[in-house]
């Protein structure tokens, strides 16, 4: 238990938002693809970070003095989810993409859903800068004992 | 410490805890995303007690030399535990970033009071052991 451990675990939390911006960013950028990479005509699936708690163990001797630190846990992306809603068809015949009866499969993604998504992301990430920079003041407050 | 003054070794109980206190709140607010995790909390001022209880029997046992048992008063582990008045939102989530910033706010002030009363007790301790400062 110390001052690194709980830089470490507001790390881990910068990670893991950081990794949620970078999904959303996908599924902005991703709003209008109608095929994958390799060509075929699968419309893009929106992604979801899903988050775990894991504790806080870089080496050896961190698992040997920090027994009580399984209430102190960390974050970690532990897969990125897809999102299981059908394609949203539009009508649309000219998009070469188009069904025969003229529609197309456009992504699920719904532009409001990813902005309030993006602020909690932002907002998370600026909680994490708080408290690291809190136990970063602690520290420095703590090495001015004896001076 | 505690050979010098009781109180530095209660500051430097209530220094520890204080930053185990922080270390949970900092879990916490990381974990403000992971569903089904429960918000953690630690009583400050019952592990404080419970620490300062195990320092108050540090006393003489018995008359024969090296019969002070000494035991540091950061021996106690604080209880942490899950918060049961936490809400739960629709991913099980009972984190309450709010709350966790002022618990971490109102934390570091009384670290950083923690310190200043070493810092005085520290520079009491100096000004003894220099015989009140002055240079001979």
Known sequence: ?147 | MDGFDPIIGALNTSLNLRLTNQNVAAANVANADTPGYKAKKMDFELALRDALAIGDRLQVEGDAVGHIVHQPTDAVEPVIYDDPNGIESLDGNTVDRAKEMAAMAENQILYDASVEMLKKKVAMLKYAITEGGGNR
Do not use: C, W
Request: a negative charge.
């Open chain 1, 1 to 147: 238990m110390d001052f690194f451990s709980s830089m470490r675990v507001s790390a881990s939390g910068l990670d893991a938002q950081t990794q949620r911006m970078n999904t959303i960013s996908s599924n902005i950028a991703n709003a209008e693809t109608t095929r994958a990479a390799d060509g075929s005509k699968t419309p893009y699936k929106r992604k979801d970070p899903v988050m775990a708690a894991t504790t806080d163990r870089e080496s050896f001797g961190e698992i040997l003095a920090n027994q009580m630190d399984e209430n102190v846990q960390g974050v970690m992306v532990q897969e990125i989810a897809e999102d299981t809603r059908p394609p949203r068809m539009v009508y649309n015949p000219a998009h070469p993409d188009a069904t025969p009866e003229g529609y197309v499969a456009m992504p699920h993604v719904n532009p409001v859903e990813e902005m309030a998504n993006m602020i909690s992301a932002q907002r998370s990430y600026e909680a994490n800068v708080t408290a690291m920079g809190s136990a970063k003041q602690m520290a420095q407050k703590a090495l001015e004992i004896g001076r």
